[in-house]
Nanobody
Framework: QVHVVESGGGLVQAGDSLRLSCTASEPTFSNYAVAWFRQAPGKEREFVAVVNPKGNNTTYADSVKGRFTISRLNAKNTAYLQMSSLRPEDSAVYFC??????????????????WGQGTQVTVSS
């Protein structure tokens, strides 16, 4: 099983940028799609972004399209979520998901077998 750990969360102001990292302990990380999901208090977990194993195909939720960028560096077993123009409604715990198979469309949580513990992102207005 691929174990992933998220980092990079924090408290920022609206309009600021933040970069989250998702680092895996196993090189097999490069064989799988990686996705970011988020969950705000009292809400269901929702999809944010996904990248294929090679890093050349991505999909985003409409709410973050044009503001967030997902990428990966397989040589470092790491995926990133660059977040710009942050809004208070982006506040949530952000989770990295791995061991997933994705080619197109919006992935579901159930498509990924490995999850990190999450990192808190808080955007103040």
């Amino acid at each position: 099983q691929v174990h992933v750990v998220e980092s990079g969360g924090g408290l920022v102001q609206a309009g600021d940028s933040l970069r989250l990292s998702c680092t895996a302990s196993e090189p097999t990380f490069s064989n799988y799609a990686v996705a970011w999901f988020r969950q705000a208090p009292g809400k269901e977990r929702e999809f944010v972004a996904v990248v294929n194993p090679k890093g050349n195909n991505t999909t985003y939720a409409d709410s973050v399209k044009g503001r967030f960028t997902i990428s990966r560096l397989n040589a470092k077993n790491t995926a990133y979520l660059q977040m710009s123009s942050l809004r208070p409604e982006d506040s949530a715990v952000y989770f990295c998901a791995s061991e997933g198979y994705w080619t197109q469309g919006t992935p579901r949580s159930a498509d990924f077998a490995s999850w990190g513990q999450g990192t808190q992102v808080t955007v103040s207005s």
